[in-house]
């Protein structure tokens, strides 16, 4: 059984920095994809940064988020620098199996595992 469980979330003001953790536990493959979505309010969950082929970024989280995979740990990190207030939302890791790309990266659905969420708010 494959468990995926967020940290690191909280309330920083606008220009601070999160870095969340996903520990992945279970059998998965190293050889898909890992990737974290967002849900803000008003909104459907988006895809923010994924590590397939290469890595791929939301354009609104561009220059300012790093996804990074920590095989040792078993661990997917999400960095995230100068934060604004329209990044609040509950932050989800999420796995596929399989390599994605393009549409199918960036869909929920394609995904196999997810975590249950950490909120991240950012004030003004």
């Known amino acids: 059984q494959v468990q995926l469980v967020e940290s690191g979330g909280g309330l920083v003001q606008a220009g601070g920095s999160l870095r969340l953790s996903c520990k992945v536990s279970?059998?998965?493959?190293?050889?898909?994809?890992q990737g974290w979505f967002r849900k803000a309010p008003e909104k459907e969950r988006e895809i923010v940064a994924a590590i397939s082929w290469s890595e791929y970024y939301t354009d609104s989280v561009k220059g300012r988020f790093t996804i990074s995979r920590d095989n040792a740990q078993n661990t997917v990190l999400l960095q995230m620098n100068n934060l604004e207030p329209e990044d609040t939302a509950i932050y989800y890791c999420a796995v596929s199996r399989t390599k994605l790309t393009g549409t199918l990266l960036m869909t929920p659905r394609s995904y196999d595992f997810w975590g249950q969420g950490t909120q991240v708010t950012v004030s003004s």
């Open positions: 279970g059998r998965t493959s190293k050889n898909g994809t």
